[in-house]
């Protein structure tokens, strides 16, 4: 099956710094991307749809100058958090859809941990 | 406003048994029913999916039972294995790859062994 990644894989960094999380497509060509966030015991939660060469779509409730999306290829999202304070501590994961059909695929996901 | 139902939240289950997951949706445009099994830590990963015009679709000791009119479907695990524990998602979209998941709650399953 088709393969996304995401770098780093867990992260701790001091609140005020920004971090930068990278979702790559290794084997195929994805147009669209998605960012979501998970608490513990809970659901995968969207907060934005990535398309290659455009802008992002933010969900209701996210602060796209806090997290930034670019999709600068076919295989690469980057989700940018900025000034990251506690309460952004999370599970990130990106996934990315194929040209071909309806699957998505699933990153392995980033904690994030802000002190 | 939640549009896939999943239950139960949890479920225990004696390997060998049958877990039942279910999810109900409310909106008719939906075409593409996956269900993802996640481990902790871990990113989901794409079980089994069905699409509106079958009724069931079996993957080895996975079932997928879906009922159009009352738009539900549901998740058969059968044989359950300790291994199977882990937490299961049903979602459901509308179109190609390109448009987004709506997912259920979750319910975290658990097979005793």
């Known amino acids: 099956g088709a393969v996304v990644s995401q770098h780093p894989s867990r992260v701790i960094c001091k609140s005020g710094t920004s971090v930068k999380i990278e979702c790559r497509s290794l084997?195929?060509?994805?147009?669209?991307m998605f960012w979501y966030r998970q608490f513990p015991k809970q659901s995968l939660m969207l907060m934005a749809t990535s398309n290659e060469g455009s802008k992002a779509t933010y969900e209701q409730g996210v602060e796209k100058d806090k997290f930034l999306i670019n999709h600068a290829s076919l295989t690469l999202s980057t989700l940018t958090v900025t000034s990251a304070h506690p309460e952004d501590s999370s599970f990130y994961i990106c996934?990315?859809?194929?040209?071909?059909?309806?699957?998505?695929?699933f990153g392995p996901g980033t904690r994030l941990t802000v002190l | 406003q939640q549009q896939v139902k999943q239950s139960p939240q949890s479920l225990i289950v004696q390997k060998g048994g049958i877990s039942i997951i279910n999810c109900a949706y409310e909106n008719t445009a939906f075409d593409y029913f996956p269900w993802y099994q996640q481990f902790p830590g871990k990113g989901p990963a794409l079980l089994i999916a069905i699409r509106p015009d079958v009724s069931e679709k079996k993957e080895g000791r996975f079932t997928i039972s879906f009922n159009k009119s009352a738009k539900q479907f549901s998740l058969h695990i059968m044989d359950s294995q300790p291994g199977d524990s882990a937490t299961y998602f049903c979602?459901?979209?509308?179109?190609?790859?390109?448009?987004?998941?709506?997912f259920g709650g979750g319910t975290r399953l658990m097979v005793k062994p």
């Open positions: 084997d195929f060509q994805a147009t669209t």
């Open positions: 996934s990315a859809g194929s040209l071909a059909g309806h699957e998505q695929f």
């Open positions: 979602a459901a979209s509308i179109g190609n790859a390109g448009n987004m998941l709506t």
